[in-house]
């Protein structure tokens, strides 16, 4: 099966083609990055000209595969609007992947993971997970100060923020630093979730911002 994957949660983004079967996992066809601040403009000329320089066409997209959040609230709607108005189109099933989720996952580690992104203004974007191998079962995903992260981090703080990953180590916590996960790494847990069961309607997809109350959010991302 063909696997469209997009992330435009971020100041930059990309898109992901992969090639799919009935393992759980992806033959990445290939990556094209996004430049931030255009993914109005470039999204989907970006999704037309990938297909077509490797001979392919939108009718043989079978799943997409999407960042929900958190991330940039305007370039998160972009990249949903696209994928759901595609979905629409074709009648295609969507997985929605956390970005956290995605951090958790790319650490390596098992067990405890505080996944943490920067949300600016002194804030962190944190997602609590319990990590087996390539499964990531998430606790709960809130907004936090950084302050509130040094107190309540528990297992490994996973982040791909340089300053962030300091603090926590200044803070005396198991740190491990990673690059922020790509599309394609998405295309490979959307195709999981995919395999699982576990789609969205383009009804259904909403974006997760994340904020600052104790409810949990998790839909579409567990």
């Known amino acids: 099966m063909l696997l469209l994957a997009a992330d435009t949660s971020g100041k930059h983004g990309s898109i992901a083609l992969a090639r799919c079967g009935t393992e759980a996992d992806c033959s990445l066809i290939e990556v094209v990055p ?16 990938l297909l077509a320089k490797h001979g392919l066409s939108k009718m043989e997209i079978g799943a997409f595969a999407v960042v929900s959040g958190p991330g940039s609230f305007t370039g998160l709607r972009i990249g949903l609007a696209a994928i759901k108005a595609l979905a629409e189109v074709f009648s295609k099933p969507i997985a929605a992947v956390s970005l956290l989720e995605a951090i958790a996952v790319a650490s390596g580690q098992r067990g405890k993971v505080m996944a943490a992104l920067d949300a600016g203004r002194g804030d962190v974007y944190a997602g609590e997970y319990f990590v087996e191998g390539t ?17 309540t981090a528990v297992g490994y703080v996973v982040t791909a923020d340089r300053s962030l990953a300091q603090a926590a180590r200044d803070a ?40 600052r109350s104790s409810e949990l959010f998790s839909k579409g991302s567990s």
């Open 34 to 49: 996004l430049d931030g601040g255009t993914f109005s403009a470039q999204l989907v000329p970006q999704i037309a000209a």
């Open 135 to 151: 499964e990531a079962q998430l606790e709960r995903e809130r907004l936090l100060t950084r302050s509130e992260l040094m107190q």
């Open 172 to 211: 005396s916590l198991q740190v491990k630093e990673i690059e922020l996960p790509g599309s394609d790494a998405i295309a490979r847990l959307g195709w999981r979730k995919i395999l699982a069961g576990k789609t969205l309607s383009p009804a259904e997809l909403d974006a997760n911002y994340i904020r």
